[in-house]
């Protein structure tokens, strides 16, 4: 897949995280797209607010060091909000960013959530060390949404709440759980004091309360007794309502846990590893949405030190069965995984980011376990995150690449696009052509068997 560069805005990255929304849109395309950025709602009014999306469409937010950067997708093109939350560039950083939209009795509520560090002593004589103090800032958890996802973003700032952390934190990310008989957005917060704490709304107060992980995840309990420094999580919740967590750790701990329907954990695995965790992905290889009951799971591992690992049918084998992916360890430690179908084949590929600057594409050799790398690229700056979406809502998903200085947007190659398409539209024709003379066949030969004069006894 050949990839052009749309945009990029240079700044310090801290943070991407990818944006479900039923809030609808309203800002046209900037006369400069696209790189204009809008710091502020123009005067204009809004149009006449109908009825949330039906379905959700996908935005994302990179975070800087004091503020964010809205990409909200549009109709062939999208636009970047800059939104300040107040904070001192230079005195503050952002160490992880997380948002969500949940809806409740038909009322959408987002929220963004950031883990800080901030200067509390700045350096008085030469030789004196600044020291840091640590938070986890809510934003929207006292507040009504407003209609529109714009007007929405550039108001969380009227409403947060900070929960004083007394330990580096390292990742937020947001899962639901059943809290007395009610599914809440709950946010999960690794940290260097080694315990995986989890906060989640209380209906009166509106205000985040922090909660026992153990008791909605018995694996996260496990690894806060043992003081455990997770550095990368990921949950994935599978449509038939089954979850998978997973969890690595800085001294090379893995963990891998399987919960049923009602939340209860049926299987557990831990091995260790001798490298840091940077990052795991628990992944379905095939692209398509409709589950079978023979699909499997993989899991993608990257490594400070090591290659980057895929280990293999996960549910069933466990953390057994590994590979690795070629040159993977050729370009300093590997930061970041993903995975999307790239080429339209209906298998997804593996994607890697580096501090070496490099992003990697592997794809499975058919009919084999091999992994073979099909695409690479050197950029200026090493490699954060990855993601990807139909921005411009076009059809087609665009690759989002974030670097310790800004955010690039790839394009898929549009004659390449076109040309699977034809293929496609003709597969399918050919397919219909097939039915409908089988069709005629048997029609033909229901025809002649009412010709035959014998009865059947």
């Known amino acids: 897949m050949a990839l052009s560069l749309i945009s990029s805005i240079m700044r310090n990255i801290f943070g991407l995280v990818a944006l ?42 990179a975070a800087s060091s004091s503020e964010l950067t809205a990409f909200i997708s549009r109709d062939g093109y999208w636009n970047c909000l800059c939104i300040t939350l107040g904070l001192e560039a230079g005195k503050s950083e952002v160490i992880a960013i997380d948002a969500v939209e949940s809806s409740l009795d038909d009322k959408i509520s987002l929220f963004v959530a950031l883990a800080l560090a901030e200067v509390c002593k700045s350096e008085e004589e030469e030789g ?105 999580m990921h949950i994935l919740d599978q449509p038939d309502g089954k979850r998978v967590v997973c969890a690595g750790g800085q001294n090379g701990e893995l963990f891998l846990a399987f919960y049923n329907k009602e939340g209860k954990e049926v299987k557990s695995h831990a091995i260790r590893i001798f490298s840091p965790i940077t990052s795991v992905l628990v992944f379905q290889p095939r692209a398509s949405t409709k589950t079978r009951e023979d699909d499997e799971l993989h899991l993608v591992v990257t490594c400070a030190i090591e290659q980057a690992i895929v280990y293999r049918s996960i549910e069933t084998a ?107 539209l003709q597969y399918v024709e050919a397919s219909k052509r097939q039915k409908y003379e089988l069709l005629i066949e048997y029609q033909r030969q229901r025809e002649l068997e009412k010709s035959i004069v014998f009865e059947i006894n």
Not at 185 to 206: E, K, P, V
């Open 318 to 424: 466990g953390l057994s069965t590994s590979k690795t992916l070629p040159l993977s360890g050729n370009f300093d430690s590997v930061l970041c995984s993903h995975v999307m179908d790239v080429d339209w084949d209906g298998e997804k590929e593996i994607l890697i980011g580096t501090y070496g600057r490099q992003v990697l594409i592997y794809k499975q050799v058919s009919g084999t376990q091999v992994y073979t790398v099909l695409w690479k690229r050197q950029f200026a700056y090493p490699i954060y995150r990855m993601t990807h979406l139909d921005l411009n809502r076009d059809g087609l998903d665009e690759l989002i690449v974030t670097t310790m200085y800004g955010v690039h947007i790839f394009q898929p190659n549009m004659k390449k696009a076109r040309d699977k398409l034809l293929e496609v």
């Open 20 to 61: 479900d929304s039923r809030l609808l849109t309203y800002l046209d395309r900037p006369d400069e797209f696209p790189s204009t950025q809008i710091d502020k709602l123009p005067p204009e009014s809004t149009p006449d607010y109908t009825q949330p999306l039906s379905k959700p469409v996908r935005h994302f937010i």
């Open 128 to 232: 004196e060390e600044s020291s840091f103090s640590y938070s986890l800032r809510i934003y929207g958890n006292n507040a009504e949404t407003k209609p529109f996802l714009e007007q929405a973003l550039f108001a969380i700032g009227d409403s947060s709440q900070i929960i004083p952390l007394s330990s580096a934190p390292m990742q937020i990310s947001h899962v639901q759980v059943n809290n007395d008989g009610k599914l809440q957005t709950a946010f999960l917060l690794t940290s260097m004091d080694g315990i995986i704490h989890l906060y989640t709304q209380n209906s009166q107060t509106n205000q985040f309360v922090e909660l026992s992980s153990s008791t909605f995840f018995p694996m996260m309990g496990n690894i806060s007794n043992h003081r455990t420094n997770i550095l990368f």
